[in-house]
């Protein structure tokens, strides 16, 4: 029997305000434990939470920027439950009545093309605290600045079918909050981060199967190879003739294997109540038109306006433009170098190679966007040749010199002067003549040797358009 996965993923993404959603305690990463804490975020007797308004407007942000319905009002719940690292013994979250409903995310993979994947809800909460397990000792100790940290968990619709759909949809989810500047998108620092619910069922028919959520997915990667165990074990069992059990089930990176963690919670588990110290939140339509008035251009925006303006392939348009950071550069090196394509082609290129090895972002990109349009200005006008770009570019990453500066003091200006082009191919020609001869017997393959000798007698820095043009003539090609 054939099965199809069904995968709805759970996205939390943790809002970008100075400040908690309920209290004034900062919300910056890494301080020492328990000092960005307060009675409110303590949830100490006789305290009262108040709406950081920030987080609401960052909300509605996100909501339009995926098509959502926003609710004109909406309410906060507490969700109880007992945890070490929930003070209150419950998490101010929405329910029944989210910020917003009904969105969507185009998404696009090799295997299946293009696919429109359903956002169910967007709402807002607050996040935990954290448990830090002592390696030594059995002891784990609790850290309470993240509780309270504005949240909005972002939730799908069941429309992924592969672990390959999953991970483009975070992807370009990472990209929209990104794009918006609501959250960094750092995985690694648990500012977003990924919950998946799969189930498998026989292919053809709608019902679902039962599913198993796996938590805490903190990577791309993580993701896809959470998922693929995750299907292939509920293959197998439903193979063996074995039920799915529905549970919640942790991703271990080292074994490469999710374990069962508890029962999957349901949401009368949860016991869900309109909290009684929070009011309804009622949102203004100017207000929501007056956002969307200030949104940025998002990235499929951006990726049809550059195939569509500026000639560019769907594929380079759209790695150019799937971090805002990334299409910022591009832009900016326009203003320098007026040619989409080669910039482009360098950006993805050796600029994008040189970061990867170096294990940095584009923001710390030591070539900047006009010291790279410059380099790409002396290729054009024939001051130096691209392979002799490459080594002033690797010049240009390592010092931070201007591309003229380096060209100058190494002396790699392109010998385009036809006279003396011509003085050293007369030299060449004069020197290998059964050559000469077996080229104008028909060996024209040997056009390559003429040229690779005359960049050797110059070094590298004769004009390879010239070269050519001077030796047709001379061989009467």
């Not at 170098?337 to 710390?364: R, T, V």
């Given at each position: 029997?054939?099965?199809?996965p069904?995968i709805?993923l759970?996205?939390h993404?943790?809002?970008k305000t100075?400040?908690?959603?309920?209290?004034?305690?900062?919300?910056?990463f890494g301080?020492?434990p328990?000092t960005?804490?307060?009675p409110?975020c303590l949830g100490l007797?006789g305290?009262?939470p108040?709406l950081n308004r920030?987080?609401?407007?960052?909300s509605?942000r996100?909501a339009l920027?995926t098509g959502c319905?926003?609710?004109r009002?909406?309410r906060?719940a507490r969700?109880?439950?007992?945890?070490?690292d929930l003070p209150k013994?419950?998490?101010i979250?929405?329910?029944?009545r989210?910020?917003a409903?009904h969105g969507?995310?185009?998404?696009?993979?090799a295997?299946?093309g293009?696919?429109t994947?359903g956002i169910?809800?967007?709402h807002?909460e607050e996040d935990a605290g954290?448990?830090v397990?002592?390696?030594?000792?059995p002891?784990?100790?609790?850290?309470l600045?993240?509780?309270?940290?504005p949240?909005?968990?972002?939730?799908?619709?069941?429309?992924?079918r592969?672990?390959?759909?999953?991970?483009a949809?975070?992807?370009?989810l990472?990209?929209v909050v990104r794009?918006?500047e609501?959250?960094d998108?750092?995985?690694?620092e648990?500012?977003?981060r990924?919950?998946?619910?799969?189930?498998?069922r026989?292919?053809?028919?709608?019902?679902f199967?039962?599913?198993?959520e796996i938590k805490?997915?903190?990577?791309?990667r993580?993701v896809?190879?959470?998922l693929h165990?995750?299907?292939?074990?509920?293959?197998e069992?439903?193979?063996d003739?074995?039920t799915v059990?529905q549970?919640?089930?942790?991703?271990?990176?080292?074994?490469n294997?999710?374990f069962?963690?508890?029962?999957?919670e349901?949401?009368?588990?949860?016991r869900y109540?309109p909290d009684?110290?929070?009011l309804?939140?009622v949102?203004?339509?100017?207000w929501?038109?007056?956002?969307?008035?200030?949104?940025?251009?998002?990235?499929?925006a951006r990726?049809n306006?550059?195939?569509r303006?500026?000639?560019?392939?769907a594929?380079d348009a759209g790695?150019l433009?799937?971090a805002?950071e990334?299409?910022?550069?591009?832009?900016a090196?326009l203003e320098?170098?007026?040619?989409p394509?080669p910039?482009?082609?360098w950006?993805?290129?050796?600029l994008?190679?040189?970061l990867?090895?170096?294990g940095k972002?584009?923001e710390?990109?030591?070539?900047?966007p006009s010291q790279?349009?410059?380099?790409?200005?002396?290729i054009?006008e024939?001051?130096?040749s691209?392979k002799?770009a490459?080594?002033?570019?690797?010049?240009?990453?390592?010092?931070g010199?201007?591309?003229?500066?380096i060209?100058?003091a190494?002396?790699?200006?392109q010998?385009?002067?036809?006279?003396e082009?011509e003085?050293?191919?007369?030299?060449?020609?004069a020197?290998?003549p059964?050559?000469?001869?077996?080229?104008r017997?028909g060996?024209?393959?040997?056009?390559g040797?003429?040229?690779g000798?005359?960049?050797?007698?110059?070094?590298?820095k004769a004009?390879?358009?010239k070269v050519?043009?001077?030796l047709?003539?001379k061989?009467?090609?």
């Amino acid at each position: 029997m054939e099965f199809e996965p069904v995968i709805g993923l759970e996205v939390h993404a943790q809002l970008k305000t100075r400040t908690k959603i309920f209290c004034g305690c900062s919300t910056a990463f890494g301080a020492p434990p328990n000092t960005h804490v307060c009675p409110v975020c303590l949830g100490l007797p006789g305290v009262l939470p108040v709406l950081n308004r920030e987080v609401l407007s960052f909300s509605i942000r996100m909501a339009l920027a995926t098509g959502c319905r926003i609710n004109r009002e909406s309410r906060f719940a507490r969700k109880n439950y007992f945890y070490p690292d929930l003070p209150k013994g419950y998490q101010i979250s929405q329910y029944e009545r989210p910020i917003a409903e009904h969105g969507r995310i185009t998404i696009e993979t090799a295997e299946a093309g293009t696919a429109t994947v359903g956002i169910t809800r967007i709402h807002m909460e607050e996040d935990a605290g954290k448990l830090v397990h002592d390696p030594d000792r059995p002891v784990s100790r609790v850290d309470l600045n993240r509780t309270g940290v504005p949240l909005i968990e972002i939730v799908s619709e069941p429309d992924l079918r592969s672990p390959e759909q999953a991970g483009a949809y975070l992807r370009k989810l990472r990209a929209v909050v990104r794009y918006l500047e609501i959250c960094d998108g750092n995985l690694e620092e648990g500012s977003f981060r990924c919950d998946a619910n799969v189930s498998l069922r026989p292919r053809g028919t709608a019902a679902f199967g039962t599913r198993a959520e796996i938590k805490n997915l903190n990577s791309f990667r993580n993701v896809e190879r959470a998922l693929h165990y995750e299907i292939e074990r509920q293959r197998e069992r439903l193979l063996d003739g074995e039920t799915v059990v529905q549970e919640t089930r942790l991703w271990d990176p080292d074994k490469n294997r999710t374990f069962s963690m508890r029962g999957k919670e349901e949401a009368h588990d949860y016991r869900y109540f309109p909290d009684p110290d929070l009011l309804p939140v009622v949102i203004d339509t100017e207000w929501i038109e007056a956002i969307r008035a200030a949104l940025p251009e998002l990235p499929d925006a951006r990726q049809n306006r550059y195939v569509r303006e500026l000639g560019l392939s769907a594929e380079d348009a759209g790695r150019l433009a799937a971090a805002r950071e990334t299409g910022d550069y591009f832009e900016a090196g326009l203003e320098v170098f007026s040619q989409p394509k080669p910039l482009a082609n360098w950006i993805l290129g050796d600029l994008a190679a040189h970061l990867n090895a170096a294990g940095k972002d584009i923001e710390e990109a030591p070539v900047t966007p006009s010291q790279l349009g410059r380099l790409l200005q002396l290729i054009d006008e024939g001051t130096i040749s691209g392979k002799i770009a490459k080594s002033v570019f690797e010049r240009m990453a390592a010092t931070g010199q201007d591309p003229d500066v380096i060209v100058e003091a190494q002396g790699l200006r392109q010998m385009s002067d036809t006279s003396e082009l011509e003085a050293v191919i007369d030299r060449i020609l004069a020197e290998a003549p059964d050559e000469v001869a077996a080229f104008r017997n028909g060996k024209t393959k040997l056009m390559g040797f003429f040229v690779g000798q005359v960049m050797k007698a110059t070094r590298g820095k004769a004009n390879p358009r010239k070269v050519n043009a001077i030796l047709t003539e001379k061989l009467g090609a």
